[in-house]
């Protein structure tokens, strides 16, 4: 590829975002805070709730997985967005809520559960009365959560909580698609701000399976046997809280229309000609990936993969936010899926596995509910984006708040 062609390219195609497209801003500033906390490795925001001078019944969620520090503006919307307005519903409930942020989302669960333990004791000191705590989080603040509480009992700290609550949390792993992580690292030499956020800490602790370059081979990566090494040895859950969980995706095993082995994308120029990225199939020798045009040639393939594009399961456009920013930089692109499976509901309320359709795709709504250690779940009655606070789960988590 000649100097000034990559130069071209450098300046057309802007960084590519995996969660929420890249530099996206929140359509409104975040409510003022009653108090903020400066935390090692971190920062919280507390709103107390109505007719409360203090914190009398604390309420903290943790932050998910994306780049850069918690834009808290973001969160806030995520927690209060319309029309289901979950932190306000919440506090009109007399709970206060602690909103736990990193000043690195993509830094190693294993650090940032530092954070979330800071702000636990925090609360545990400040709170006025004894009402025992809620703790927990969205998506991967669910895992640091889990990991922060079980690790805080193993060494007899006294957390104070009497539920912790995941939502949406890849428990048992997250999926992003093999074709996009490989576009993502050959997109590198270009703008390489997707390429970094998939080889991240906690992106490689996180995803079931990993591809570190687009001529690799996806596996699991280091950093999740590590993570999951961790987990065992402070006993995978907390033992005090009562768990609960919640799925953005659906319990019936029902796929969610996209369909295994197709294409998702293409696009045909001027920087990607006749490049493909097709949706994940099972079997040996899956083509997922034709990557051609002024960064070279290569064809990206997996073995033994389930169906996982098309699980049930909370989704992200992740697709979508890729056709969206190649369009932008004047690519020709058709894109036949925006969204996908990233968290399968099998990994969300942690009751199967994800590495067999007959787990992905398992009915789990006639499963005996002790398979899950949680011991209360939700899945949504129908599919939902990842993470989203719908009406559904709302109303379901502001049933279950501890006394």
């Not at 500033?29 to 903020?36: G, K, N, S, T, V």
């Not at 906690?202 to 079931?208: K, M, P, V």
């Not at 046997?225 to 029902?254: C, K, T």
């Amino acid at each position: 590829m000649a100097n000034q062609d990559l130069e071209r390219a450098r300046q057309a195609i802007g960084p590519i975002g995996l969660v929420t497209p890249a530099g996206e801003q929140p359509a409104r500033r975040a409510q003022a805070a009653d108090d903020e906390w400066p935390l090692p490795g971190g920062a919280a925001r507390v709103y107390y709730g109505q007719g409360n001078r203090g914190l009398t019944r604390p309420v903290l969620l943790a932050d998910g997985f994306n780049s850069g520090p918690t834009n808290f503006d973001a969160f806030w919307e995520h927690v209060d967005g319309e029309p289901h307005r979950f932190a306000t519903r919440l506090r009109e409930r007399g709970r206060d809520l602690i909103l736990i942020g990193f000043d690195d989302r993509s830094a190693s669960i294993l650090n940032n559960a530092q954070v979330a333990t800071a702000a636990i004791q925090r609360a545990v000191a400040e709170r006025v009365g004894n009402a025992r705590l809620l703790v927990g989080g969205f998506s991967m603040g669910g895992i640091v959560t889990r990991y922060a509480l079980a690790r805080m009992e193993l060494q007899r700290m006294d957390h104070q909580v009497g539920v912790y609550l995941s939502v949406d949390s890849p428990h048992r792993g997250a999926s992003v698609p093999i074709a996009l992580q490989a576009i993502a690292h050959h997109l590198a030499p270009v703008n390489d701000a997707l390429s970094q956020q998939l080889n991240s800490p906690a992106s490689r602790q996180l995803l079931w399976r990993h591809l570190e370059a687009p001529t690799g081979v996806p596996a699991e990566d280091r950093a999740r046997a590590e993570l999951l090494e961790q987990l065992r040895q402070v006993g995978d859950w907390p033992r005090i809280p009562r768990l609960l969980g919640v799925a953005n995706g659906v319990g019936n095993g029902h796929a969610n229309g996209v369909a295994p082995g197709v294409e998702a994308l293409r696009s045909n120029g001027p920087y990607l000609t006749d490049t493909r990225l097709l949706t994940q199939a099972g079997g040996r020798d899956r083509v997922v990936a034709e990557l051609r045009g002024l960064l070279g040639e290569i064809t990206v393939r997996t073995n033994d993969f389930p169906d996982l594009d098309g699980a049930p399961g909370g989704t992200l456009e992740s697709f979508g936010i890729l056709a969206d920013t190649l369009k932008d930089a004047g690519e020709n692109v058709d894109v036949s899926h925006r969204s996908i499976c990233f968290v399968p509901t099998s990994s969300a309320i942690a009751i199967r596995g994800i590495e067999t359709n007959d787990d992905l795709y398992a009915d789990i709504n006639n499963l005996p509910p002790e398979e899950s250690p949680l011991d209360d779940f939700l899945t949504s009655s129908r599919p939902t984006p990842h993470s989203a606070v719908t009406e559904e789960i709302s109303a379901w988590i502001l049933d279950r708040l501890p006394d």
